[in-house]
């Protein structure tokens, strides 16, 4: 499960000394645990993946605005800290993927916007960008 391999590279961050990797990893399973006590229970490895890809997703904001910023500093954290995020994501599906699945479920021209998203949403949970699968919907069925 994702969770217990972020806290074995937490604690492996730990005794390598690995500044960047550990406070990363502190801030995602502080996510992790904070979003349990609210639920009141553990948190599914759907549930797990959706904050690493919200963390990665807000990582991506701040550098987009440390690039018109033009802080090359952040600009390097940024990517060091995106390039460590992702290696604990799945691989993302692509929009052609996502087009066959789609295909697959019935959904084509003509289709509503809505019910296509109902379909696709759960398919695709933690395996595609939101945007991406929006995109490739609205091309589908128009």
Known sequence: MLKEKLKAEFKSAMRNKEVLKKGILTMIISNITTAEKEKGTELTEIEVLAIVQRELKQTKQALVEAEKAERQDNIDYGKEKIAIIESYLPQMMTADEI????????????????????????????????ALVSKTVKEVIA
Not at 102 to 130: C, Q, R, W
């Open 99 to 130: 087009r066959a699945l789609l295909v697959e479920n019935g959904i084509g021209s003509g289709t509503n916007m809505g019910e296509a998203m109902k379909v696709i949403k759960p398919l695709v949970a933690g395996k595609a960008d939101n």
